[in-house]
Each structure stands twice: as C-alpha cells, then as structure tokens.
C-alpha cells in the first residue's frame, strides 16, 4: 500500500514549456485534489476532482488543467508554464471517517522551478 | 470563499511547556477543522481533526474548538525538540461538485527550545 505517490519529484522548466504532473493513489478513494505551496501562501487549492470523470477549479486554477484518467489517477497539466508557477505541488486524497469528516492524505510533492 | 487567519510566529517554547496555537476562520457554516503538521520539505501529516464544539484530546495534543467564536486552537503539552516545525490549521468544504478540499491558514511556524 503505497498511499498517494507523484512524479516527478524535482522538474526545472523554462519559460513556455509543457508538463504533466503525475499523481496516483492505491486507497480507493473517489475524491483527488491538486494543491499549491508557496512560502508564505500556505497550501491553495488548484482543482479537485470529486468521482471518476468529474473535474472542479479550485482557488486558483488559471494557467493550470487536469486530468481524472481513472479512479487511481489524477494529473495536473501545465500547458505553458510561468515564473509564478514556481512552487511545491501536491496531491491529495480523502476518506470519509464518520459525522461528516474526512481526512485527507498528502502525496509527496513535486517541486517545480520555472526559469 | 472560506478564509483561515493563522498568526505565522515564529512562536518559540521552552521545552516541557505547552504550546498554544491558534486559528480563526470566516465561514461561521463551517463543521469540521483540521490540525496538521508540516516539517521543512515535507508534505502535511494530519495531527488532529475536530467537529464539536469543545476540546478533543491525543495523546499530547488537544484541539479546541469554539464555533460562536469561530477558533480553533490545538495545544501541545511536554514540548519537545521535534515538535518544532510549521503547523497548518484547515477548515474542510464549501468547494461544492460532491467533493471536499481543504482551505488553509498560512500556518504557524513552532521552535521549540531545548
């Protein structure tokens, strides 16, 4: 049991360049969320996806699309990255545990720099 | 949108003390919150959830939660070195599409002082 795994961990991108960021999870869980973290900022939501085939923008979705290839997995897609997409990426998924709550379990980050 | 106020400290502790954290939140519909702790270059470990008003209790640490007043706090007794690191409060839902993100503080940033 893997929890939720993601690749790449490190990426160095140049302006205009295209990525996909990978993220999978072996829980079974219905519900997949992709969050950014920037110092000072906090985590902010970026979209998230609810069941198989559904996708929802989060807080800051602009310059930023995603995929939910599967129940396993959930891709984010930088299709032209910018400088201010410099950041830690991670996702995330959930499991409901009783009176309406869930927790949510963080993949590992993917650290992206955009030059 | 939901907003989560976290003051970002650094907020340093003697070893052995307790250490108070505290967070306030803007959605008074809000029904559960969530603790997690974040050590530098890693992800976030959830410590403690809370959805009743009152305190809840683990171990050392002990959420408190007041909806009137819209705080959650979390309280770690008999501090240790390695409960230095930043600590996020969460406040869960109101994404709407059937599905339940979280909306963060920016998180406090704990030393603990041997």
């Known amino acids: 049991n893997a929890g939720v795994t993601q690749t790449p961990k490190f990426q160095v991108l140049k302006t205009g360049q295209s990525m996909t960021l990978q993220c999978a999870q072996d829980m079974n869980h219905n519900s997949m969320y992709w969050y950014r973290q920037d110092p000072g900022m906090g985590l902010r939501l970026i979209y998230y996806s609810a069941s198989e085939g559904t996708t929802d923008k989060g807080e800051v979705p602009n310059g930023y699309n995603v995929s939910r290839l599967n129940k396993r997995e959930f891709s984010l897609r930088l299709e032209s990255a910018a400088p201010s997409q410099t950041s830690v990426y991670f996702c995330?998924?959930?499991?409901?545990?009783?009176?309406?709550?869930?927790?949510?379990?963080f993949g590992p980050g993917t650290r992206l720099t955009v030059t | 949108q939901k907003e989560v106020e976290q003051n970002s400290g650094p907020l340093s502790v003697p070893e052995g003390a307790i250490a108070s954290l505290n967070c306030t939140y803007s959605?008074?519909?809000?029904?559960?919150f969530f603790w997690y702790r974040q050590y530098s270059g890693k992800s976030p470990e959830l410590i403690m959830f809370?959805?009743s008003n009152g305190d809840k209790e683990d171990g050392r640490f002990t959420a408190q939660l007041n909806k009137a007043s819209q705080y959650v706090s979390l309280l770690i007794r008999d501090s240790q070195p390695s409960d230095s690191a930043t600590y996020l409060c969460?406040?869960?839902?109101?994404w709407g599409g059937g599905a339940d993100g979280l909306t963060f503080g920016k998180g406090t940033h704990l030393i603990i002082q041997p």
């Open positions: 809370i959805y």
């Open positions: 995330a998924s959930n499991l409901p545990v009783g009176q309406g709550s869930y927790e949510q379990y």
């Open positions: 969460a406040v869960l839902g109101g």
């Open positions: 959605d008074r519909g809000s029904q559960s």
